[in-house]
């Protein structure tokens, strides 16, 4: 049996000009760009927009004392192999200094978009590691706005206004315009 078989629907339509999704209810222009965990429920804080930052809130917290006591455990494990104070201390200078650099990258994310790419997948690793530093960071984020909100609405709210600004100025149908005839 060939696998198109079983396909009995029609074949799509072309999207209309104008509606990117293709859908009737989709208005003309830019489009909102989503965010993990919130969609697009940001642009009209709707759609239990509340419910799902107390959530991010608390989900970013749990996790980040989670993994302090897995940290902790690991850090129990280095000292019943005895590795020495010296190792010990390095270890935590790593998550402490890992930690704060991947919370500080993980603000500024939420500000700006990042203006070198490659450094910043250069600092993935360094990110993991510090991931503690990432979770707390999206925690007092939330507690302001949905992280990365701010940023998604300046560019959103440029978008649409030049949108608006490039279709107020067209005045017609361009195709009905009078041609001067030529000699």
Not at 115 to 135: H, V
Not at 144 to 162: D, H, N, V
Request: charged share 25%.
């Amino acid at each position: 049996m060939s696998e198109n078989s079983d396909n009995t629907e029609a074949p799509s339509t072309p999207t209309p000009p104008g509606t990117p999704s293709g859908t009737p209810g989709t208005p003309p222009g830019p489009q909102p760009e989503p965010i993990r965990f919130f969609g697009t429920t940001w642009v009209d804080h709707d759609g239990g927009y509340g419910l799902r930052r107390a959530s991010v809130a608390i989900g970013s917290l749990a996790a980040a004392v989670a993994a302090c006591f897995v940290l902790r455990f690991a850090f129990q494990g280095l000292e019943i192999a005895e590795v020495g104070s010296l190792v010990g201390m390095l270890v935590i200078a790593m998550f402490a200094i890992c930690s704060a650099v991947a919370f500080r990258k993980t603000w500024e994310g939420f500000g700006s978009r990042p203006k070198d790419p490659a450094r910043e997948d250069a600092l993935r690793g360094l990110k993991s590691i510090g991931f503690i530093g990432s979770l707390l960071a999206y925690f007092f984020r939330s507690l302001i706005e949905a992280p990365g909100e701010k940023l998604r609405r300046t560019e959103y709210e440029s978008a649409r206004a030049q949108f608006e600004k490039r279709r107020s100025t067209r005045t017609g149908n361009p195709a009905a315009r009078k041609r001067p005839k030529r000699r």
